[in-house]
């Protein structure tokens, strides 16, 4: 695929998420798209951001639970990057009008103390250069039509990424009763349970996740640094939001994240 055409698609990603409208899978157009072409789309778009003011808080993971991959039928994990913009407090507010057809996801947040840099970084020394872990909410909203997408497609797209909520409390990752593979989540629209699981739904530990980001990062040169807010990817499937909801998210000893979502 030709350079420019990078560029393109990166920009009609962009004007779509800014036009709160979707679009047509890249695949549709490029049908033999590859991974690593698509990451190639998703560093323009995230210049394009850059460029234009934004700034990154730190990479998040993608596709790491069963739940979530059988949901997508897409069966590989992915990255993407989170903007400060994306960024609501907990017990705030998204707003339908801002978005195009959002779902929430439950999800571990890993706080970095030190850098990690791939290709060989261990789980083990991942619970070593984290400092705190957190409960969090990702609000994710595929620019594509009816929410579809291939391996590729999604990558291009920034993994969805769209809002994110952290909890208020940050949990000091070696003050933790049990592991966080045994951390129970579970997810309540309205006061309804619409979703639960345990850590160990994200790759049989969270820890995990960050691992296989520090050595994909490392392909492009790139690592994880000290102070990076690292979402580790949803525990469950995805629920569809609409205006009117309030969202709980409960982890056993992390605590609670929530966000109520308005027209
Ligand atoms: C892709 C983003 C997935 C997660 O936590 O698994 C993701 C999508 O499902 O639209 O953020
Ligand atoms: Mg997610």
Same mark, same amino acid.
């Given at each position: 695929?030709?350079?420019?055409?990078?560029?393109?698609?990166?920009?009609? =990603?962009?004007?779509?998420?800014?036009?709160?409208?979707?679009?047509?899978?890249?695949?549709?157009?490029?049908?033999?798209?590859?991974?690593?072409?698509?990451?190639? @789309?998703?560093?323009?778009?995230?210049?394009?951001?850059?460029?234009?003011?934004?700034?990154?808080?730190?990479?998040?993971?993608?596709?790491?639970?069963?739940?979530?991959?059988?949901?997508?039928?897409?069966?590989?994990?992915?990255?993407?990057? =989170?903007?400060?913009?994306?960024?609501?407090?907990?017990?705030?507010?998204?707003?339908?009008?801002? !978005?195009?057809?959002?779902?929430?996801?439950?999800? @571990?947040?890993?706080?970095?103390?030190?850098?990690?840099?791939?290709?060989?970084?261990?789980?083990?020394?991942?619970?070593?250069?984290?400092?705190?872990?957190?409960?969090?909410?990702?609000?994710?909203?595929?620019?594509?039509?009816?929410?579809?997408?291939?391996?590729?497609?999604?990558?291009?797209?920034?993994?969805?990424?769209?809002?994110?909520?952290?909890?208020?409390?940050?949990?000091?990752?070696?003050?933790?009763?049990?592991?966080?593979? +045994?951390?129970?989540?579970? +997810?309540?629209?309205?006061?309804?349970?619409?979703?639960?699981?345990?850590?160990?739904?994200?790759?049989?530990?969270?820890?995990?996740?960050?691992?296989? !980001?520090?050595?994909?990062?490392?392909?492009?040169?790139?690592? !994880?640094?000290?102070?990076?807010?690292?979402?580790?990817?949803?525990?469950?499937?995805?629920?569809?939001?609409?205006?009117?909801?309030?969202?709980?998210?409960?982890?056993?000893? +992390?605590?609670?994240?929530?966000?109520?979502?308005?027209?």
């Amino acid at each position: 695929m030709k350079v420019s055409l990078y560029r393109k698609f990166a920009e009609l =990603l962009n004007e779509a998420e800014r036009e709160k409208r979707e679009v047509a899978r890249i695949t549709e157009e490029v049908p033999d798209l590859s991974a690593e072409e698509a990451y190639k @789309i998703q560093e323009e778009l995230i210049k394009i951001k850059t460029n234009s003011g934004h700034r990154i808080i730190g990479p998040k993971m993608g596709l790491t639970s069963q739940a979530k991959m059988a949901q997508m039928k897409v069966k590989e994990p992915i990255y993407g990057y =989170l903007f400060d913009y994306m960024f609501v407090p907990s017990g705030g507010a998204i707003h339908m009008s801002e !978005l195009i057809h959002p779902k929430v996801e439950v999800e @571990i947040a890993f706080i970095l103390g030190e850098d990690l840099e791939g290709p060989h970084v261990t789980s083990t020394q991942v619970l070593s250069a984290t400092k705190y872990v957190a409960p969090a909410l990702e609000i994710i909203d595929s620019r594509y039509q009816d929410f579809t997408f291939t391996l590729p497609d999604v990558i291009a797209d920034n993994a969805s990424s769209s809002r994110v909520v952290i909890g208020n409390t940050m949990t000091p990752i070696h003050s933790l009763k049990t592991d966080l593979d +045994l951390i129970g989540a579970a +997810l309540y629209i309205n006061g309804e349970l619409k979703a639960c699981g345990a850590g160990a739904a994200v790759f049989n530990h969270p820890a995990n996740s960050v691992a296989v !980001l520090a050595n994909m990062l490392a392909r492009k040169g790139e690592r !994880l640094k000290a102070g990076d807010i690292i979402l580790t990817g949803g525990i469950t499937e995805a629920i569809q939001l609409s205006a009117g909801d309030t969202v709980i998210g409960q982890l056993d000893q +992390l605590g609670d994240v929530s966000l109520s979502v308005k027209e």
